[in-house]
């Protein structure tokens, strides 16, 4: 079997695990002796020169592999991303004062305040179909993400039933008027164009839409992640 081999930025983040975030040591990746990558022994020896433990590059590697495995499942409809969410492993729960505050950057980066939800040592936060769940594990807590974007397939939805509707009607007035020979308003000709011209609109409208949402809730995912992860990486933190 072919050895795992960690790109750079897989190594810079591993280093990052691997140091509780110490911004110094991870320019370590830098030499990297390989384009191809550094196997996980290679990295670990390379660490072992910068005083940081084999052992805790083995397990920031094992949690990079963990958390990667479950990062960012999409559902789409009609081949457009519809739902995303995000799970990041944290090596212990968030205090009440600590999450207070992630709450806070919660609400500045969504542009909503929300609503928080406490049941036992699980707490929530959620807008709409937006949603994000602090769970206990058995060893430390898990940040979920989740999202659903109905805007984007929404607009693809209704310009495809304009479309149809428009073709259906259309026909329809056409065998009105070929084969039993009846007057059809010109109000009825002037709908029957109006829902394909709708439909021409709404399904590029809604691909834009859909193309440019699922970056963007990634990237506000992973870097609310991520500083929740540095929160947690500081030992006790705060009762209040």
Do not use: C
Not at 70 to 98: D, F, K, N, Q
Not at 200 to 223: C, D, N, T, Y
Request: net charge negative; glycine share 10%; charged share 25%.
């Amino acid at each position: 079997m072919v050895e795992r081999r960690y790109d750079d930025e897989e190594v810079r983040e591993i280093l990052v695990r691997a140091t509780e975030l110490k911004p110094e040591l991870p320019a370590l990746a830098a030499t990297s002796p390989s384009t191809e990558g550094l196997t996980l022994e290679e990295l670990q020896a390379a660490a072992r020169e910068a005083g940081i433990a084999p052992d805790r590059v083995a397990e920031a590697a094992h949690e990079l592999v963990l958390d990667r495995a479950v990062l960012s499942p999409v559902t789409t409809r009609m081949g457009l991303p519809v739902s995303t969410s995000h799970a990041v492993r944290i090596p212990r729960m968030l205090t009440p004062g600590e999450w207070d505050r992630f709450v806070v950057r919660l609400r500045d980066t969504f542009g909503t305040p929300g609503e928080v939800r406490i049941e036992g040592s699980l707490r929530t936060w959620f807008h709409g179909n937006l949603r994000v769940l602090l769970e206990p594990l058995e060893e430390g807590a898990r940040l979920r993400f989740e999202s659903r974007d109905d805007h984007g397939a929404g607009m693809i939805e209704g310009g495809l039933a304009a479309l149809w509707g428009g073709g259906f009607l259309l026909l329809l007035l056409v065998l009105v008027a070929v084969f039993k020979g009846e007057s059809v308003p010109w109000g009825l000709w002037a709908l029957s164009g109006s829902l394909p011209a709708a439909a021409a609109a709404m399904i590029p409208i809604g691909r834009r839409h859909a193309s440019k949402w699922l970056p963007g809730r990634h990237r506000q995912f992973e870097v609310l992640g991520e500083e929740a992860r540095r929160v947690a990486l500081k030992a006790g933190g705060d009762d209040v």
